[in-house]
């Protein structure tokens, strides 16, 4: 069982910052991609962010020079650092991971439970 936790979503002002953490815990092998996505209300789910293990990094047009993605492999933890928000970026952000949990066993995609971030203009 694996379980990812976020924190670190909450309300803030155009041209604030907020910064998201995602942990994973639980029966873990190995992690390979982890990123955040958010969904805006009436909208597809859509990547914001994405960071591999190796350090790759890949970020939407409409996050890059405001947003950067970071993890810390000994922690299982990705973070989100955002700033410049506007009120477009609200959304319920979620994390993901790509998630190997022992070394006979696959590769599944995880995702946490969601964290509102809203931005007031």
Not at 49 to 73: E, M, P
Request: aromatic residues 10%; glycine residues 10%; hydrophobic residues 35%.
């Amino acid at each position: 069982q694996v379980q990812l936790v976020e924190s670190g979503g909450g309300l803030v002002q155009a041209g604030g910052s907020l910064r998201l953490s995602c942990a994973a815990s639980g029966s873990i092998f190995s992690i390979y991609v982890m990123g955040w996505y958010r969904q805006a209300p009436g909208k597809q789910r859509e990547l914001v962010a994405s960071i591999s293990s190796s350090g790759r990094l890949n970020y939407a047009d409409s996050v890059k020079g405001r947003f950067t993605i970071s993890r810390d492999n000994a922690k299982n933890t990705v973070y989100l650092q955002m700033n410049s928000l506007k009120p477009e970026d609200t959304a319920v952000y979620y994390c993901n991971a790509a998630i190997r949990h022992t070394i006979v066993t696959g590769t599944y995609n995880h995702w946490g439970q969601g964290t509102q971030v809203t931005v007031s203009s």
